[in-house]
T-cell receptor
Framework: AQTVTQSQPEMSVQEAETVTLSCTYD???????LFWYKQPPSRQMILVIR??????QNATENRFSVNFQKAAKSFSLKISDSQLGDTAMYFC????????????FGQGTRLTINP | DSGVTQTPKHLITATGQRVTLRCSPR?????VYWYQQSLDQGLQFLIQ???????AKGNILERFSAQQFPDLHSELNLSSLELGDSALYFC??????????FGEGSRLTVL
């Protein structure tokens, strides 16, 4: 079974700083997707960024980028020039491509951006 | 707007009752997922349907059941409700490139 671990329950940074959220996962699969989802106080689940395991190039979406290390099974999220609106719970998630395709979430990291 | 529609948005009911949560996936998506999120908790996978068939099952209680209809909408039925069933229930549909898009959730309060 796949597991996803986020070792930082909470983080706090000042506005405009860069912050990195950690995520590790365990799987025997070779083909899968990894995601970061954001859940602001409204509790809506919002997709932040997506990475295909077969791609070596790290995904980037504006101020959000990932550091994907397949051999180490690590998938960290970097937020540059953090903004107050980035305050949210962030969940790392894994889904395999073949077979039963349930999205497995980590426990989440609560990120607070301070003015 | 994710394109996934969930109703009702809020629901308050009493212990022992039964409720039905409804989900319409994004146009063209065949997979529907249901997740439960209790207060300050992570998301617990309940069940997945693909084109009307059950594909994966998580820690879904026997008191809970779900189905996906020919028009691809899905319903999650929760019966004999207990206080601990109070939670936010999310539906999501999966794009063919792997990512899930979530509805706004149905917030269930059991009194």
């Amino acid at each position: 079974a796949q597991t996803v671990t986020q070792s930082q329950p909470e983080m706090s940074v000042q506005e405009a700083e860069t912050v990195t959220l950690s995520c590790t996962y365990d799987t025997s699969e070779n083909n899968y997707y990894l995601f970061w989802y954001k859940q602001p106080p409204s509790r809506q689940m919002i997709l932040v960024i997506r990475q295909e395991a077969y791609k070596q190039q790290n995904a980037t979406e504006n101020r959000f980028s990932v550091n994907f290390q397949k051999a180490a099974k690590s998938f960290s999220l970097k937020i540059s020039d953090s903004q107050l609106g980035d305050t949210a719970m962030y969940f790392c998630a894994f889904i395999k491509i073949q077979g039963a395709q349930k999205l497995v979430f980590g426990q989440g990291t609560r990120l607070t951006i301070n003015p | 707007d994710s394109g996934v529609t969930q109703t009702p948005k809020h629901l308050i009911t009493a212990t022992g009752q039964r409720v039905t949560l409804r989900c319409s996936p994004r146009s063209g998506d065949l997979s529907v997922y249901w997740y439960q999120q209790s207060l300050d908790q992570g998301l617990q996978f309940l069940i997945q349907y693909y084109n009307g068939e059950e594909r994966a099952k998580g820690n879904i209680l026997e008191r809970f059941s779900a189905q996906q209809f020919p028009d691809l909408h899905s319903e999650l039925n929760l019966s004999s409700l207990e206080l601990g069933d109070s939670a936010l229930y999310f539906c999501a549909s999966r794009k063919n490139t792997g990512e899930l898009f979530f509805g706004e959730g149905s917030r269930l309060t059991v009194l």
